[in-house]
């Protein structure tokens, strides 16, 4: 019995396979497309009525209202929807019958009307039908209702078939994007990595060469101290050596003096202070020689002394520049190792 009906291609029903299957399930039959189609004067007569009366109803529903002002003209709905409960009278389903309701499903599922609305206005299209239905047919309105019902309820199936379809098609699109979303953050891990490479190996050789910089300025500043301490030594010498070439010198003057008064005995006494006194004063010239070049020296080593300050504390600075670099890169590598995280996941 199954195979016979999988296979009815003929008659009002021109169908097979899962279709076919679906409009005998609902309980649609032949006699019922026959009979609709016998009221398909009857349906012109109210059709009119019918539409303006759902649309008064729909046009009650704010979010109706306004998915119909933005989309389309009520005008336009209700031509469309004259031409829908006229159709429910062909008389013939087929697999065109099927597309065009796709088609309208495929329409309202795009605009955003959601099926609690949809199905809904089945229910209000039903009771709206057979109050007319009642009026102008009183003896044949409870057959002619059940057959319409049973069409509403295959135009259902196939609107929410239509749902279904597009939101099959919108999580498929979701799984591109994220899929998309996925390879690009492929990408960026994979460049960050690389970069973390770079960084790590720039910043280690950054950091040793800043540290080895800093601890031969260190060193180089030490020594400049040291030499400081001992140009300030030799200057006190100095110092006390000009103290002693003065006092030669007064000796020396006083022997002169001496040899002097003592006539011809004291010549001999008098070149010997003369040579005393000489060599004082060449000291004495020798010392300011050696004190003015100490005084440059040291005015040398104050300006050395203050570049070795300030390339000590650049050295340092570069040290700490270095570990905050380390810290970015450690930094850099959480954040690869969290999207590596939101990829796998």
Do not use: C
Request: aromatic letters at 6%; a negative charge.
């Amino acid at each position: 019995m199954m195979n016979t009906i999988l296979r009815q291609t003929k008659g009002r029903v021109q169908l097979t396979g899962q279709r076919l299957q679906q409009v005998t399930y609902t309980g649609i039959r032949e006699e019922d497309l026959s009979l609709l189609q016998e009221q398909r004067e009857l349906f012109k007569r109210i059709t009119n009525n019918v539409v303006d009366e759902l649309y008064d109803r729909l046009m009650k529903e704010k979010e109706l209202a306004s998915l119909i002002e933005r989309h389309s003209t009520l005008d336009r709905l209700k031509e469309t929807q004259r031409w829908y409960f006229e159709s429910l009278t062909d008389g013939t389903i087929d697999e065109a019958f099927f597309e065009r309701r796709l088609h309208i499903g495929r329409i309202h599922s795009r605009i955003g009307l959601t099926t609690n609305w949809y199905l809904g206005t089945y229910m209000l299209y039903l009771d709206i039908a057979t109050s007319w239905l009642k009026k102008e047919s009183p003896e044949q309105w409870p057959i002619i209702v059940l057959a319409l019902s049973k069409l509403f309820n295959l135009d259902s199936q196939i609107v929410l078939e239509a749902y279904e379809e597009g939101e099959k098609n919108k999580i498929q699109q979701m799984v591109d994007q994220k899929q998309h979303l996925l390879l690009r953050v492929n990408d960026a891990v994979q460049e960050l990595t690389s970069m973390i490479t770079e960084l790590t190996a720039s910043s280690k050789s950054m950091a040793h060469a800043a540290q080895h910089t800093a601890e031969l300025q260190r060193s180089s500043n030490e020594q400049v101290q040291a030499l400081n301490h001992h140009l300030k030594a030799i200057g006190e010498l100095g110092s006390a050596m000009k103290d002693v070439s003065d006092q030669t010198h007064l000796i020396g003057l006083n022997a002169s003096i001496e040899a002097a008064r003592a006539g011809d005995e004291g010549r001999g006494f008098a070149v010997v202070a003369n040579e005393i006194r000489k060599l004082a004063a060449s000291s004495k010239s020798s010392l300011d020689v050696i004190q003015s070049k100490l005084i440059d020296i040291n005015n040398s080593l104050k300006h050395v002394s203050s570049g070795s300050d300030a390339t000590l504390k650049l050295a340092e600075g570069q040290a700490a520049s270095s570990q905050e670099l380390a810290s970015f890169i450690q930094m850099i590598e959480s954040v690869a190792s969290e999207l590596g995280k939101l990829q796998q996941q």
